[in-house]
Structures are given as structure tokens and as C-alpha cells.
């Protein structure tokens, strides 16, 4: 089955700074690759996801990019502010298998 | 439009009970995934309903199990429950299993099972 490695488990930035978290998998049939914002106490909320046919998608901050012939894929955050503070989740799937989830990053962006 | 509602939000069960947890999907949503989420271990596929059918399956004893009614609503339960199964549980719901738009998957707020 798919299996989903994210790293890394822990970044610490300041306020306005750029973050970047990367994710790779190992099924070649995965086609879908949302990532998920989880704040404390709160459900996973999508907040971006690319499919196989693009390479890169933004919106506003965020920015996620798949490299498909090396089975990875990156969100990019910019301008960090302390409301992104939160646990991210990277995911794949493709054909008929579920959500494949990396084990998560805790993002902490410091005034 | 109502989101995933889970309910119970919060349940204390003892060691050898068992436990059944409820989800309401998105109206119009037919696919259903549970999750386990623990700290350290992420978020654990438990199994997926569609139209009524378990779909997929992950690693996980028999102990769990579900299931999807005609509505879409899901249950899953859990039996003889040990202390290793306090964890978050989280459903999703998608309006479609496979294939472009319509597949994001959309969580609800979960319920929390303590076994003590």
C-alpha cells in the first residue's frame, strides 16, 4: 500500500518568514495530494491540494509543488504569521485507495 | 450547509466494553472514511464506506468495524476496548471516491475516547 513520509516532525520560525514542508510517497498510481491544517482541539481543514496533472498550485501564502518522477511534494508557506501555528498533514491517494495521511509537521511561528 | 457531525464529542469507557461512534456526512456526500488519530502516529486509516459497502480496509484488528446506512450516515464500533484504543477518532466525507473534483475530503470534529 501507499506509504506517506513527511518531514519535518517540528519547525520553529519567526513571524514573516518563509516555511517549507516536504512529503514524499511511494505508490506511483497516487494522483491526489491534499494537505490539511489542524489547530489545537480543532479537525483537519483542507487548505490545499494539487493533482498529478499540474505541478504547482497557489493560493494567497501558500504555494504546494509536485514532482511526480520523484514522488514528492512540498507546501510553502510565506510571509509566516502566528495564526499559522498549527499541526500541518500531507496526503496521497490515487485510483481507488484512500487517504494516505504523513504523520504530521507541528509549524510554530514566533511574534 | 451543515458540515461532518460526529457525535459523541467525548466518551469515558472501561477496559472490555465496547463503543459505538456515529457520523453524519455532508448531504449529497456518499463516501465515508474513519480515522484514528493518535499522538506521534498521525492520522490511521481505519476503513471507508461508499454506498452502503466497506470499500477499503486498514491495519486493524476485528475488534473495529462499521458500517454505512441508506442515508450514508456511519457507525463504527469497537469491542472489548483496551487501553490502547483512547485515541481521537475522526470521520470524513467525500462526495465521491475517485477521480477529480469532488473527492476532497472533508472531517468532522471527532470524538474523543478515553478507556480507563
Redesign the interface.
Known amino acids: 500500500g501507499e506509504n506517506v513520509e513527511q518531514h519535518p516532525s517540528t519547525l520553529s520560525v519567526q513571524e514573516g518568514d518563509s516555511a517549507v514542508i516536504k512529503c514524499t510517497y511511494s505508490d506511483s498510481a497516487s494522483n491526489?495530494f491534499?494537505w490539511?491544517k489542524q489547530e489545537l482541539g480543532?479537525?483537519?481543514?483542507?487548505i490545499i491540494?494539487i493533482?498529478s496533472n499540474v505541478g504547482e498550485k497557489k493560493d494567497q501564502r501558500i504555494a504546494v509543488t509536485l514532482n511526480k518522477t520523484a514522488k514528492h511534494f512540498s507546501l510553502h508557506i510565506t510571509e509566516t504569521q502566528p495564526e499559522d501555528s498549527a499541526v500541518y498533514?500531507c496526503a496521497a491517494?490515487?485510483?481507488?485507495?484512500?487517504?494516505?495521511?504523513?504523520?504530521?509537521t507541528m509549524l510554530l511561528v514566533s511574534p | 450547509k451543515a458540515g461532518v457531525t460526529q457525535t459523541p464529542r467525548y466518551l469515558i469507557k472501561t477496559r472490555g466494553q465496547q463503543v459505538t461512534l456515529s457520523c453524519s456526512p455532508i448531504s449529497g456526500h456518499r463516501s465515508v472514511s474513519w480515522y484514528q488519530q493518535t499522538p506521534g502516529q498521525g492520522l490511521q486509516f481505519l476503513f471507508e464506506y461508499f454506498s452502503e459497502t466497506q470499500r477499503n480496509k486498514g491495519n486493524f484488528p476485528g475488534r473495529f468495524s462499521g458500517r454505512q446506512f441508506s442515508n450514508s450516515r456511519s457507525e463504527m464500533n469497537v469491542s472489548t476496548l483496551e487501553l490502547g484504543d483512547s485515541a481521537l477518532y475522526l470521520c470524513a466525507s467525500s462526495l465521491k471516491r475517485t477521480g477529480g473534483a469532488g473527492t476532497e475530503a472533508f472531517f468532522g470534529q471527532g470524538t474523543r475516547l478515553t478507556v480507563v
Open positions: 491526489y491534499p490539511y480543532k479537525r483537519p481543514q483542507l491540494d493533482r498533514f491517494s490515487g485510483g481507488y485507495s484512500t487517504l494516505t495521511f504523513g504523520k504530521g
